[in-house]
């Protein structure tokens, strides 16, 4: 049974910092494209940040230069870096993982992340 499990969310104040963190299990980890999406209230799911398997990242405008993905194979457990966090961060954030070889992507339930002073 494939299970992606996210933490890390909770409130920070307008400028903090956040670490992200989704754990996978039930797949060969290593073999996977990793994703983090976004999601705010009324809004659709956004892709926030991905990394390949062997390790190239790419990212929205919206989170250059503030957050950084990055996966640890050896943990199964892919990060998202929040640096600079703005209000509009605000969201549920998902992680997914992708491979050529299956259907649709792999979801976890996803983490609160509230920024507000």
């Known amino acids: 049974q494939v299970q992606l499990v996210e933490s890390g969310g909770g409130l920070v104040e307008p400028g903090g910092s956040l670490r992200l963190s989704c754990r996978a299990s039930?797949?060969?980890?290593?073999?996977?494209?990793l994703d983090w999406h976004r999601q705010a209230p009324g809004n659709q799911r956004e892709l926030v940040a991905a990394?390949?398997?062997?390790?190239?990242?790419t990212y929205t405008d919206s989170a250059k230069g503030r957050f950084t993905i990055s996966r640890d194979n050896a943990k199964n457990t892919v990060y998202l870096e929040m640096n600079s966090l703005k209000p509009e961060d605000t969201s549920i954030y998902y992680c997914?993982?992708?491979?050529?070889?299956?259907?649709?992507?792999?979801w976890g339930q996803g983490t609160q992340v509230t920024v507000s002073s």
């Open positions: 997914s993982a992708r491979a050529p070889w299956i259907a649709r992507p792999y």
């Open positions: 039930g797949i060969r980890f290593s073999s996977y494209m």
């Open positions: 990394i390949t398997s062997g390790g190239i990242t």
